[in-house]
């Protein structure tokens, strides 16, 4: 085996080394008429250091300062940088990848596993196994990996990933994270995102996307149709779009612009509004709720004002003492709370609060709170009317239901 020493400074011109490469600082290394360095076991370079030509070697330490290559790189093994940076302008081709400082690539390159204590930095596609540095990363091509885990922020053009988590900030143009999304503070996606669990302390920006469940500590803005199974956010959540899933909790303002259509439950603890039809499994709001028609298919309980176009129909609804209703109320069961503003309500059996005020009611069973004022009441099988009940004109009772709208 025949090794070979580069003192501080020189410039030398190499091409098969059949042992291993030492090269102190301050070096460039060319290649010679073969057009390739090639070293069959350890390059070390003890300072900076530039390669000018195609490089290969077994393992690759840099022990300080900074090794920029102009060409294409290949360890069979392991590169390692201890306190140093790197910058590849060709592909890189290696096993397993440590820098402490940074990293910077500029052409597509396929690595094992890398870890980069600083900054990483990618201009061309990246493929790897794992991916964990400390401070930023960044690729601007084409990220494929099993596992990214940045500690600061991470920004990446195009992701096919499996996991993915950042302690401070995200940014993924879009492409897909088939299990985990984990992000501290807050995440940003302009283009298509497919996701398994995206999960964020603080607030999310999404272009079109689609996953299994979503959730979110702060605040949600969808650009785009959403298509997830479970939705959780804690503060405000507004899709300009159409919202597709199984069940959607939202703490604070839910605003739709398009349909919001779920197979399972609704829960909102302030304000819904819908710009377009609203289906859901059962239906809970603690504040108003506006949508040009909603359907739900179990029980729909609702705080504060319901403002509709077309109607709520339910199975059971409960409105809330003192709500103001626009729009037909249309269910199995239907109870008003006290002091309640309502138009018309079609049901089996219909309950009506004290002091409420109700245009119209058509039922099967009727039962009126005292001093309520009730405009029409249309009833099959039974009705009662508590003290002070004022009717404008005599309840009519009529041998079935007719046709329910909705």
Not at 179 to 185: P, R, S
Not at 251 to 269: F, K, P
Not at 307 to 318: F, Q, V
Not at 374 to 395: H, K, M, Q, S
Request: some cysteine.
């Amino acid at each position: 085996m025949s090794d070979i020493h580069l003192g501080r400074g020189s410039r030398s011109a190499l091409g098969q080394v059949a042992g291993d490469l030492v090269a102190e600082g301050d070096v460039e290394v060319s290649a010679d008429a073969s057009g390739r360095i090639v070293v069959a076991g350890r390059a070390t370079f003890e300072g900076s250091a530039h390669l000018l030509s195609p490089f290969e070697c077994r393992r690759l330490e840099v022990e300080s300062g900074r090794l920029l290559a102009e060409s294409s790189v290949t360890v069979q093994e392991e590169l390692r940088a201890d306190d140093a940076s790197v910058q590849i302008r060709g592909p890189l081709t290696a096993g397993r990848v440590e820098v402490d400082r940074s990293l910077e690539l500029s052409a597509p390159s396929s690595l094992r596993d890398v870890e980069v204590g600083g900054t990483f930095r990618s201009t061309a596609d990246l493929e790897a196994d794992s991916v964990s540095v400390g401070g930023v990363l960044e690729v601007r091509g084409r990220t494929r990996a099993r596992s990214v885990e940045v500690g600061g922020s991470a920004e990446l053009a195009d992701a096919a990933l499996e996991r993915l988590s950042a302690g401070g900030k995200a940014v993924v143009g879009g492409g897909s994270v088939s299990e985990t999304i984990e992000v501290g503070g807050s995440f940003v996606s302009t283009k298509p995102l497919t996701f398994g669990t995206l999960e964020v302390g603080g607030t999310v920006q999404l272009g079109p996307a689609s996953g299994r469940r979503l959730e979110v500590g702060g605040r949600l803005d969808g650009n785009g149709e959403l298509a997830v199974e479970r939705v959780e956010v804690g503060g405000f959540a507004q899709v300009r779009g159409a919202l597709r899933g199984t069940d959607a909790e939202v703490g604070g303002v839910l605003e739709v612009s398009g349909d919001l259509t779920l197979s399972g439950t609704l829960e909102v603890g302030g304000v819904l509004e819908v710009g377009g039809a609203l289906a859901a499994g059962s239906l809970v709001v603690g504040g108003a709720m506006r949508a040009r028609v909603a359907r739900v298919s179990g029980s729909a309980e609702l705080g504060g004002s319901v403002s509709t176009e077309g109607g709520l129909r339910a199975d059971s609804i409960e409105i809330g003492r003192g709500s103001e209703v626009q729009g037909p109320l249309v269910g199995g069961t239907v109870e008003l709370g006290r002091r309640c503003h309502v138009g018309e309500v079609w049901g089996r059996s219909v309950e009506v609060g004290a002091d409420a005020e109700v245009r119209r009611i058509v039922a099967d069973s009727v039962d009126v709170g005292r001093d309520a004022h009730v405009g029409r009441i249309e009833y099959v099988t039974n009705l009662t009317l508590g003290r002070g009940v004022r009717v404008d004109e005599p309840p009519v009772r009529i041998p079935s239901l007719p046709p329910f709208p909705l």
